[in-house]
């Protein structure tokens, strides 16, 4: 069984910054590409930005800038550096990998529990 345990979440004010992290743990082969996404009340879920396993990355336009995803492929880690917060990016966050099975080596996607993020004005 794969779990992804997400921390860092909180409340800050407008302008502050946060980092958010997410660890795999359980037993699987490999860890593929790895993101953080997003969900705000009453909108759908979106992507915030993604890493590949070879360290290329993709951010939404909202957050370019702003935000850094980066990871630690020896801890099967993935961090999230938010800077310039604003109340708009209050959301719940979700780490989302790829990981590859130890017996079938097929990729399989898991999502984490989610973490709060309130930036107050």
């Known amino acids: 069984q794969v779990q992804l345990v997400e921390s860092g979440g909180g409340l800050v004010q407008a302008g502050g910054s946060l980092r958010l992290s997410c660890t795999a743990s359980?037993?699987?082969?490999?860890?593929?590409?790895m993101g953080w996404y997003r969900q705000a009340p009453g909108k759908q879920r979106e992507l915030v930005a993604a890493?590949?396993?070879?360290?290329?990355?993709n951010y939404a336009d909202s957050v370019k800038g702003r935000f850094t995803i980066s990871r630690d492929n020896a801890k099967n880690a993935v961090f999230l550096q938010m800077n310039s917060l604003k109340p708009e990016d209050t959301a719940v966050y979700y780490c989302?990998?790829?990981?590859?099975?130890?017996?079938?080596?097929?990729?399989?996607?898991?999502w984490g529990q989610g973490t709060q993020v309130t930036v107050s004005s």
């Open positions: 989302n990998a790829d990981v590859r099975s130890i017996t079938t080596r097929l990729n399989y996607n898991y």
């Open positions: 890493i590949s396993a070879g360290g290329s990355t």
């Open positions: 359980g037993s699987f082969f490999s860890v593929n590409g």
